[in-house]
């Protein structure tokens, strides 16, 4: 909500750009989908939502680079910002591909938006840099949550020194809150952003993902289900598919029914996944090899029954 105040404050712009099936959390510009077809003004997708103020907000599709260029040039000096989960997580894990990030850098720089990663979910969990990090593209504003405040309530934003210097009492725009810079969730996070660059703390962590995901992929090879399976750095997504899905709309194609009754047996053998094939998943620092061995035999037992 603030990082897209300030950069509509910095640029003087009203227009954003999110893609379908991402999440960023329930600032009103945000609850907004598409509707048919490409380059759709969003309708809100929760009451209570001004339909004005929707209209502001144009919803294009995931790791679609033609839609985005297209959009820029039909909305020349008119887009204040475009705001991405960098690897989305908000349904089930979609992987960019690099072209994807790198089209929306060139665009926002060569037309004077902001480009914004929303690295709440990703943000210290795919890598000590996050995802900016790990695929090389430095965004102008990110934004975190999550794992920064080390279970405790906070969220964070950052950005160029020269957008950032727009906010109050510097500059015009307002953002303030009783609660903002609270201590105790500050200090949660700290010790947890200390204790998590430890070294090896990253490369043990996607070792036990991979390991995860390798086996629940195997498992379901060997028993002839249509299934696979992904991860980046912490974050993972399982998919009844035969390929792991690229946009929204692969997504919602994938098998719901299957992944229903998996999430279930699973459940109802001691292991919780993620209750949505919507969402993706995590491995903790706290999940040791016998955990993840563990979780792929109990797999394998269910993918056995068909
Ligand atoms: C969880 C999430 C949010 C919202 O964070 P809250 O602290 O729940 O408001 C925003 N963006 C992404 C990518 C998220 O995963």
Redesign the pocket.
């Known amino acids: 909500m603030s990082a897209i105040r300030l950069a509509r404050g910095f640029t003087g712009r009203d227009m954003i750009i999110k893609f379908e099936g991402c999440?960023?959390?329930?600032g009103d510009s945000l609850l907004v989908k598409a509707g048919s077809g490409l380059l759709t003004f969003g309708n809100p997708s929760s009451a209570g939502v001004p339909a004005d103020l929707a209209r502001h907000t144009l919803v294009l599709d995931y790791n679609d680079e033609q839609g985005l260029r297209d959009a820029f040039i039909k909305h020349v000096k008119e887009i204040a910002c475009v705001i991405v989960?960098p690897v989305a997580?908000?349904m089930n894990l979609i992987a960019p591909k690099p072209e994807f990030l790198a089209a929306m850098r060139e665009m926002c720089t060569l037309h004077g938006a902001v480009l914004i990663f929303?690295e709440?979910?990703t943000g210290f969990r795919v890598g000590p840099g996050s995802a900016q990090g790990l695929y090389g593209i430095t965004p102008d504003i990110s934004t975190f949550?999550?794992v920064i405040g080390g279970g405790m309530p906070l969220?964070a934003f950052g950005g160029r020194r020269e957008i950032m210097e727009q906010i109050a009492p510097l500059g015009p725009v307002y953002q303030a809150g009783t609660l903002s810079g609270n201590p105790l969730s500050v200090a949660a996070g700290l010790v947890t952003l200390k204790k998590i660059a430890a070294p090896g703390f990253y490369e043990a962590l996607a070792a036990k993902t991979n390991a995860l995901v390798d086996g629940l992929t195997a498992a379901a090879k060997k028993r002839g289900v249509n299934f696979c399976a992904q991860s980046v750095g912490g974050m993972f997504g399982v998919y009844f598919a035969a390929t792991p899905p690229t946009s929204y709309a692969e997504v919602m194609a994938s098998d719901k029914d299957a992944f229903n009754r998996f999430f279930h047996a699973m459940l109802d053998a001691g292991f919780y996944f993620a209750p949505s094939a919507y969402e993706a998943g995590f491995v903790s620092a706290a999940h040791s090899d016998a955990d993840i061995a563990a979780t792929v035999a109990a797999a394998d037992a269910i993918f056995a029954q068909g």
Do not use: A, P
């Not at 999440?23 to 329930?26: D, E, K, R, V």
């Open positions: 999440y960023h959390g329930h989960e997580g908000n929303d709440v979910m949550g999550k969220g």
